[in-house]
């Protein structure tokens, strides 16, 4: 490895799992200290215990991103451990079941606050330590629902995904040109990724209604939409968030780009 991110330290949200766990393994191996952010314990002590298994150097700290006194305590302790935060990736978050109209306000509100707001409250808390530490990096995890639409017959044939999480994630992408402004002449650059197909664990056991899962329901529709035939993978968009986060991309900020095999028909 190059350690590209060499002294860095990069807080992960929601690197328990899948693309974060992912994420956080590259990191480490290019030299970054990573600090894993979840709510489940037992997988973020184990993908704690491999990267130190694999000579790295990762924390894991239990966070609620929808929380704003746990996202507050989980950076002040990442604060404390390792001093200056250099790198920041919301990864996480999550969908619902439900259509319009028929979603109810406790879904809607429960993944607004975890997308959205969450992407919010991790942002603003490591705001002021990458100021402190004269510059940075932030990488926002939206999706491609924030982009596409569909017609009467693709929902039909294949569904949707609930309309909370469409709503999130395109504001995830308005919030991302807002931080970008903001960053400017603090040396600090927000960009974000729309991943499609991506194979991850929740993508094995998903459902129509559950935007982070449902691989073998949606396999069909992007078989018809993509360039690339058949499915992304966690490490592909790792790489992607690997490449936003270094120096190679120093003059990208305010992007946000899709990691999508190409899908052809974006509205």
């Given at each position: 490895?190059?350690?590209?991110?060499?002294?860095?330290?990069?807080i992960?949200?929601?690197?328990?799992?899948?693309?974060?766990e992912?994420t956080?393994?590259?990191?480490?191996?290019?030299?970054?200290?990573?600090?894993?952010?979840?709510?489940?314990?037992?997988?973020?002590?184990?993908?704690?215990?491999?990267?130190k298994?694999?000579?790295?150097e990762?924390?894991?700290?239990?966070c609620?991103?929808?929380d704003l006194?746990?996202?507050e305590?989980?950076?002040k302790?990442?604060?404390?451990?390792?001093?200056?935060?250099?790198?920041l990736?919301n990864?996480?978050?999550?969908?619902a079941?439900?259509?319009?109209?028929?979603?109810t306000?406790e879904?809607?509100?429960?993944v607004?606050?975890?997308?959205?707001?969450?992407?919010?409250?991790?942002s603003?808390?490591?705001w002021?330590?990458?100021?402190?530490?004269?510059?940075?990096?932030?990488?926002?995890m939206?999706?491609?629902?924030?982009?596409r639409?569909?017609s009467?017959?693709?929902k039909?044939?294949?569904?949707?995904?609930a309309?909370?999480?469409y709503?999130?994630?395109?504001g995830i992408?308005?919030?991302?040109?807002?931080?970008?402004g903001?960053?400017?002449?603090?040396?600090?650059?927000?960009?974000?990724?729309?991943?499609g197909?991506?194979?991850?664990?929740?993508?094995t056991?998903?459902t129509?209604?559950?935007p982070?899962g449902?691989?073998?329901?949606?396999?069909?529709?992007?078989?018809?939409t993509q360039?690339i035939p058949?499915?992304?993978?966690?490490?592909d968009?790792?790489n992607l968030?690997?490449f936003?986060?270094?120096d190679?991309?120093?003059?990208i900020?305010?992007?946000?780009?899709?990691?999508?095999?190409?899908?052809?028909?974006k509205?």
């Open positions: 490895m190059s350690e590209r991110l060499k002294n860095k330290v990069a992960i949200t929601g690197g328990n799992s899948g693309i974060g992912n956080a393994h590259l990191f480490a191996k290019e030299g970054a200290k990573v600090i894993i952010m979840a709510r489940r314990e037992e997988e973020g002590k184990r993908v704690e215990g491999e990267i298994k694999e000579s790295g990762a924390t894991f700290i239990r609620d991103v929808g006194d746990s996202v305590n989980a950076v302790q990442a604060s404390e451990i390792y001093g200056n935060i250099h790198l990736f990864n996480a978050g999550h969908g079941p439900g259509d319009f109209p028929e979603s306000t879904a809607w509100n429960t607004i606050n975890d997308n959205l707001n969450g992407t919010f409250y991790v603003r808390a490591v002021p330590h990458m100021v402190e530490s004269g510059g940075g990096a932030i990488v926002n939206s999706s491609l629902a924030a982009q639409g569909f009467p017959k693709m039909e044939q294949f569904g949707t995904t309309p909370s999480y709503v999130a994630k395109a992408d308005a919030l991302t040109r807002y931080m970008a903001v960053g400017g002449d603090k040396n600090i650059r927000v960009n974000c990724i729309r991943p197909q991506i194979m991850t664990p929740g993508a056991r998903g129509i209604n559950d982070d449902g691989h073998h329901v949606f396999e069909s529709m992007f078989d018809l360039i058949g499915p992304g993978y966690p490490r968009v790792a968030v690997l936003l986060m270094s190679e991309s120093r003059f900020t305010s992007e946000i780009i899709n990691i999508d095999g190409g899908v052809a028909a509205i």
